[in-house]
C-alpha cells in the first residue's frame, strides 16, 4: 500500500518560489497499475520523484508499506529504493557501451545482492523481456524497442515491490509501444509489483486500474479506485 | 554497492573510452618511467659506491686528523677557522688553506692506544723519477701499501691480505712494465727499480754565516742539492682494479721506506714529521664507531669507512633527488591530465550518474567508482612508465658500464622490484588522489538533474 498524506511541493524560496504540487492525497493498494496523467507542467513527474524517493516534498508524507520514506535517511532511502523500486525512463537510460547482461546487472550491484544468485536473476529477467539471445551484446547496437526492454528488464530485475514508468513508450513507435504495454501490464500481473506510469497518453491511461488525474498541481481527480 | 563491484565498474567504464585512457595513463607513464630510472640509478650508484669502499676500505680502518673539523665541509677543509695556540702546527697545500697537523707524538699517542692495531700517517714523498737498469727515467706517484685490499695481481706474488710488504720491496702498475724496459709483467717481478729523491738542505743561520765566512766554495756546497737513489726489489705487478679507487698509475711502497723517504724530503723543512692525515686499524672485534667517538673526545677528526661511505651515498641521493624531482613534475603535470579527463567524464556520463543514484547508489559509491576510475589510470600509467624504464634500462645498461668503464658485471641502472612495485603502488593512489575532486563532483549530483541532462 502507498499512502499519499497532503503532499505539496515547492521550489525556490519566497518571491522566486514555485508551487508544483498541492495538497495531494490517495491511497494505492499494492499490485495495482495506476497512471499519473496530465498534461506538461501539471506536476506528473514531480509527484513520481516525491513518491520514488528521489526527491523531498515540502509538506506531507508518503508511506509504503507502513513506512514514511521521507522519514529515511540517506543511506536507509538508497536501500529503500535499491531494494523497493524499479525506473523505466522514457529515454531508456541504458550503459550504450556495455553489454545487455551488465545492464541488467547494475541494480543488483547497487543492492549488493551475492555474486551466486545475480546469475539467475540476471537470465531470468532477460527471459521475461526475450532478450536472452542478446546478453552479450552491446546495449548500444539494440533497437530503440530492445532498449526499452531492456530497461525493463533492468527495473524488475531485483523484483521491486514498485515500478515506476516515466512515458515508456514516449520515444517509440506504436507497435513497439503496443508491445512494451503490453509487457509492463503483464509483469503488473505475474510480479504482482505496483506498476506506476506517468503518462500523457489517455489510451495507456485507460489500460490501468487507478488513473490520477493532475493539474496544476493539483489532484483533479481519480478513476478507478475503490473507496 | 560492494568495493569489487565498483572496481569492476571503473575497469569497464575505462575499456569503453580506450583511447582516452591510454592518452591519460601515457602522461602517468612519462612520470613513471623518469622516477624509475632514478630509483635504479640511485641504487646502480650506491651499489656501485659500496663495492668500491668495501674492495677498497677495510671496515675497521680509521681516518685521522689533527682537528676535528677536518673532516666538516669536505675533505681536508674546516668550515671555520681554528683557534691558534703556540702549540698549533700547521702547513700550507697548494689549492687547501692552511690546516693544522699531526705530529709524531700524536701518532705514538695513537699507536699507544689498546684499540689500535697499527697506525701509519700519510707520508709525502716528493719522488723525483724511477727507472730501471739501462731504462729512461720515469716520473712516479707513491702509494703506501694497503694491506687490506685486495688487488688485482697479474704478476709475481702479494703478501697475505693485512700482512706488509717486506723490506725494499715493491708493487708495480702494469703501466710501469714496458717503460721500464720489459715485455711481459712476468719479467720485471724479482728485477731491481731505483726511486730517486732530491731535496735542498735547510741550514740555521749561524751554518749559513759560517759558509759565507768562509767564502764562494763553501756557499756553493751549502746550495748544491742533495740526492739519494732507493733500491726495491718487484714482488707483483698488479692491473687495474674495476672497482679501485687510487688511479693505476701508483707505485706502492712499505710504511717503512715510505717513512724514510718522506723524513729525506723533509727533513729541517716544517713539513718534517708533519702529517695531514694518518690511518689507524682498529683492532679486530673492537667497534670503530666508538674508537672514532673516544678519539674525537680527545680533540682528533676521525672518519670512519663508514662515514666515507655515508658522504658517498649523500652525494649520490642528491643527484638522485635531482633526477627524482624531475619524475615529480611530469608527474605533477600527468595529475592535471587525470583531473581533467575525470571532469570531462564526469560531464559526459551525467546522466548514468543520476540513473545509478536514482537505482539507489549511495554518494561515496559514485564518488569511489570515479576514484577507482582514476586508480586505474594510476596503475596503468605506472605499469607502462615502469616496463619501459626496465626494458629501455636493461637495453642501455651494457652500453652504459662500458661508456664509463665500470667493468663487467657493474651496471649503474639496478631495478629493485619492490621499488618498482612500491611506485606504481603510489602512482595508483596519487592517481586516486587527483580523481578526488571529479567524484566529489560525480557524487553531489542531484539525480533528477543528471537525468534531466540532455
Redesign the interface.
Known sequence: MIELKNIGKVYGKKSNSFRALEDISFKIPSGSSVAIIGKSGSGKSTLMHVMSGLDHPSEGEIVVDDVNIHKLKGKDLDNFRAQKIGFIFQAFFVQANDTTYNNVALPLEIARISHSSRKKKITDALKVVELSDKEKQKAGTLSGGQKQRLAIARAIVNRPKIIFADEPTGNLDSTTGEAIENLLFKLNKIEKATLIIVTHDSDLASKCDIRIYLKDGKLEKIQGLKK | ??TV?VIK?AS?SLK?AKVRTILTSLAIAVGAFTLTISLAAGEGARNYTDKLIKSNIDPQILAIAKNKSFFEGGFGGASQPIEYTSQTETVSRPGVRTITVLNQSDIDKIASRSDIEVISPAYNINAKYINSVDSKKYSVSINQYNRGVVKNVIAGELPALNQPLGKYQIVLPEVYVNLLGYEKPADIVGKKVTIHLERTAQYTKEEIQAAINAGPGALQKLAAVESKDFNFDVIAVIGKNITAITTDTNVQIGNDEAREMSEFSTIGTESYQKYVIATAVVKSGIEPEKVKESLINEGYGVQTAKDLQSLLFTIVNTLQGVVFGFGIVALIASVFGIINTQYISVLERT??I???K??????R?VSRLFQFEAAWIGLLGGVIGSLAAVVAGSLANPKITDLLSLGEGNFILIFVPWQIVGLITALTLVAMLAGFFPARKAAKLD??DA?RVE
Open positions: 554497492m560492494k563491484d565498474r569497464s569503453n546522466r548514468e543520476g540513473l545509478m536514482a537505482l539507489g547508489m549511495r554518494g559509491h539525480p533528477i537525468l
